[in-house]
């Protein structure tokens, strides 16, 4: 019905519209390219006679010499992009200091670099409005650039500014669709079960303040496998543009396993999926109306904070138990000493802690010289005495090396080493003369932590499904538990990482998480 009736009108009013709406789009970006063109010029001007700039721009740390002028450029002007460049066109400082030392279009062939030029530039993808100003030094020779843009503004803006001006054609249309629209009201009526259009807008208002009011996410999907109804709460948790509405669940940003739960056309028992950082809990059930199928509703609840929780819990389980080993072999060792000193074998006492001393700094230098972090150093100490315990013999390859790490990430990596440890040793547990290896490599922007053990393995067809949060190998009543590769994966997630398993003689897991270098 909708469509009949904007049909009406459209026809009468579409010409029009669309030659009012041009001029005023067209009129008012001729504007914006004269107001702001003329202000970020005068913007660059200033920023490229400032003697500081002229100064450092040639400077070995230019970059950050020059952030504060930038920045206050950037401040003043409203600009989205304020950057200094050389005279080859290389950022030496930016507003964005992740385009430094990327190359810029300085649109030299429009206008020599010597002189001062505004037009439009090309920047990251965007179309901006743009000023370019060179940096002289005393004998007049270009040393770079001052360049300072504005984004366009959106179509949208300029259209909301011409509409005093349609909101006049739209009243003609409307009057000429008048008798169109008497047509169509008992057609209408008889299609909406004879609701008014204020009830039938009434029961609209309440069912989207019931949708947007409930703390969990809800998200509907129609038979034809798109979205039809979707609260707030759940566009933030999955990460959903805010007109998601209508759009096919298969071409969403999802992850695979994800998007498979929404387009489940039964109904479902409470499970457990990763979207981005967030650990969600999900619950679907079918719906219908008059006996006629309509689609799923799915709730979804964050369960992250919970899952954080759980991996400190559990981080601190793997410290008691290790304490427990350290504290067990510490007492067999001081009975042996005491045993030794009732026997008056005092040499022999000497030489037992001798090599205790000795086997036990052979351990630490070896950790200590390749693990520059003290946390994840204690833990692979720590994790050494305990797997001894268990006739495990736990290895750090001689190519590993890792730097100091800032606590959050650093947390990170014992989240990471501890599981993967711990299932190491369960899984060779009972197995004579096995070593499990530990291996970091560190290219300055990512670390790479493997471990691997001569077990059983990883069946193909499990390696994926092994960090499924629930999901676990072991016998009852270990099972169940299926925590550690979960929150592994997790924190991988949030890392912007990876975690896989492949069988090589045994398992190896394998987590990469971006890194940055920090001064010990």
């Given at each position: 019905?909708?469509?009949?009736?904007?049909?009406l009108?459209?026809?009468?009013?579409?010409?029009?519209?669309?030659?009012?709406?041009?001029?005023?789009v067209?009129?008012?970006?001729?504007?914006?390219?004269?107001?702001?063109?003329?202000?970020?010029?005068?913007?660059?001007?200033?920023?490229?006679?400032?003697p500081?700039?002229?100064?450092?721009?040639?400077?070995?740390q230019?970059?950050?010499?020059?952030?504060?002028?930038?920045?206050?450029?950037?401040?003043?002007?409203?600009?989205?992009?304020?950057?200094?460049?050389?005279?080859?066109?290389?950022?030496?400082?930016?507003?964005?200091?992740?385009?430094?030392?990327?190359t810029?279009?300085?649109?030299?062939?429009?206008?020599?670099?010597?002189?001062?030029?505004?037009?439009?530039?090309?920047?990251?993808?965007?179309?901006?409005?743009?000023?370019?100003?060179?940096?002289?030094?005393?004998?007049?020779?270009?040393?770079?650039?001052?360049?300072?843009?504005?984004?366009?503004p959106?179509?949208?803006?300029?259209?909301?500014?011409?509409?005093?001006?349609?909101?006049?054609?739209?009243?003609?249309?409307?009057?000429?669709?008048?008798?169109?629209?008497?047509?169509?009201?008992?057609?209408?009526?008889?299609?909406?079960?004879?609701?008014?259009?204020?009830e039938?807008?009434?029961?609209?208002?309440?069912?989207?303040?019931?949708?947007?009011?409930?703390?969990?996410?809800?998200?509907?999907?129609?038979?034809?496998?798109?979205?039809?109804?979707?609260?707030?709460?759940?566009?933030?948790l999955?990460?959903?543009?805010?007109?998601?509405?209508?759009?096919?669940?298969?071409?969403?940003?999802?992850?695979?396993?994800?998007?498979?739960?929404?387009?489940?056309?039964?109904?479902?028992?409470?499970?457990?999926?990763?979207?981005?950082?967030?650990?969600?809990?999900?619950?679907r059930?079918?719906?219908?109306?008059?006996?006629?199928?309509?689609?799923?509703?799915?709730?979804?609840?964050?369960?992250?904070?919970?899952?954080?929780?759980?991996?400190?819990?559990?981080?601190?389980?793997?410290?008691?138990?290790?304490?427990?080993?350290q504290?067990?072999?510490?007492?067999?060792?001081?009975?042996?000493?005491?045993?030794l000193?009732?026997?008056?074998e005092?040499?022999?006492?000497?030489?037992?802690i001798?090599t205790?001393?000795?086997?036990r700094?052979?351990?630490?230098?070896?950790?200590?010289?390749?693990?520059?972090?003290?946390?994840v150093?204690?833990?692979?100490v720590?994790?050494?005495?305990?797997?001894?315990?268990?006739?495990?013999?736990?290895?750090?390859?001689?190519?590993?090396?890792?730097?100091?790490l800032?606590?959050?990430?650093?947390?990170?990596?014992?989240?990471v080493?501890?599981?993967?440890?711990?299932?190491?040793?369960?899984?060779?547990?009972?197995?004579?003369?096995?070593?499990?290896?530990?291996d970091?490599?560190?290219?300055?922007?990512?670390?790479?932590i493997?471990?691997?053990?001569?077990?059983?393995?990883?069946?193909?067809?499990?390696?994926?499904?092994?960090?499924?949060?629930?999901?676990s190998?072991?016998?009852?009543?270990?099972?169940?538990?299926g925590?550690?590769?979960?929150?592994?994966?997790?924190?991988c997630?949030k890392?912007?990482?990876?975690?896989?398993?492949?069988?090589?003689?045994?398992?190896?897991?394998?987590?990469?998480?971006?890194?940055?270098?920090?001064?010990?």
């Open positions: 019905m909708s469509g009949q009736f904007l049909l009108q459209l026809g009468v009013i579409t010409a029009v519209l669309l030659a009012v709406t041009m001029v005023s067209t009129q008012s970006r001729a504007e914006f390219v004269d107001v702001r063109g003329q202000r970020m010029l005068a913007i660059a001007e200033n920023l490229a006679s400032t500081l700039v002229r100064d450092d721009i040639t400077a070995s230019a970059s950050i010499m020059l952030a504060p002028d930038v920045d206050k450029s950037r401040a003043l002007s409203g600009a989205s992009v304020v950057a200094v460049t050389n005279a080859k066109g290389v950022v030496i400082a930016s507003s964005d200091p992740q385009t430094v030392g990327d810029l279009d300085l649109a030299a062939d429009r206008a020599p670099l010597g002189r001062s030029w505004t037009g439009d530039l090309t920047l990251g993808g965007r179309q901006t409005i743009s000023a370019r100003v060179p940096v002289l030094q005393a004998d007049g020779t270009v040393s770079g650039v001052a360049l300072v843009a504005e984004d366009y959106p179509y949208g803006s300029a259209l909301a500014a011409a509409v005093p001006d349609l909101m006049f054609f739209l009243g003609m249309g409307a009057a000429l669709g008048l008798a169109g629209s008497w047509l169509l009201s008992r057609l209408i009526r008889r299609r909406t079960r004879g609701l008014e259009p204020d039938i807008a009434e029961l609209a208002d309440n069912r989207e303040a019931l949708l947007y009011s409930i703390r969990e996410g809800v998200i509907g999907v129609g038979l034809d496998g798109k979205i039809t109804l979707l609260n707030q709460t759940a566009t933030d999955l990460g959903l543009p805010p007109d998601a509405a209508g759009t096919p669940v298969s071409e969403l940003p999802l992850d695979a396993h994800l998007r498979n739960l929404l387009l489940e056309t039964t109904n479902g028992e409470e499970t457990t999926a990763v979207s981005g950082s967030r650990l969600l809990v999900l619950n059930r079918t719906v219908g109306s008059h006996g006629r199928p309509m689609g799923t509703v799915t709730t979804l609840r964050d369960r992250t904070e919970l899952a954080e929780l759980e991996s400190r819990l559990a981080a601190n389980q793997s410290i008691t138990e290790t304490l427990r080993a504290t067990h072999e510490f007492l067999n060792q001081l009975h042996t000493v005491s045993g000193v009732q026997l008056g005092f040499r022999e006492v000497r030489t037992f001798g205790l001393t000795r086997r700094a052979e351990i630490n230098d070896e950790i200590a010289q390749r693990i520059k972090d003290p946390s150093a204690a833990l692979l720590a994790k050494t005495s305990l797997a001894a315990e268990s006739g495990i013999v736990l290895r750090l390859s001689s190519e590993s090396h890792l730097g100091p800032e606590p959050s990430l650093a947390a990170d990596v014992i989240t080493l501890g599981n993967f440890i711990d299932n190491a040793v369960d899984a060779i547990a009972g197995l004579n003369d096995v070593t499990v290896l530990v970091f490599s560190d290219n300055d922007s990512m670390i790479t493997r471990v691997s053990d001569p077990g059983p393995g990883v069946p193909e067809d499990l390696e994926q499904r092994v960090f499924t949060r629930g999901f190998t072991k016998p009852a009543p270990a099972a169940g538990r925590v550690g590769l979960a929150l592994v994966r997790l924190v997630s890392r912007q990482g990876s975690v896989t398993v492949h069988n090589d003689a045994g398992a190896v897991f394998e987590a990469t998480l971006p890194y940055t270098a920090v001064s010990p």
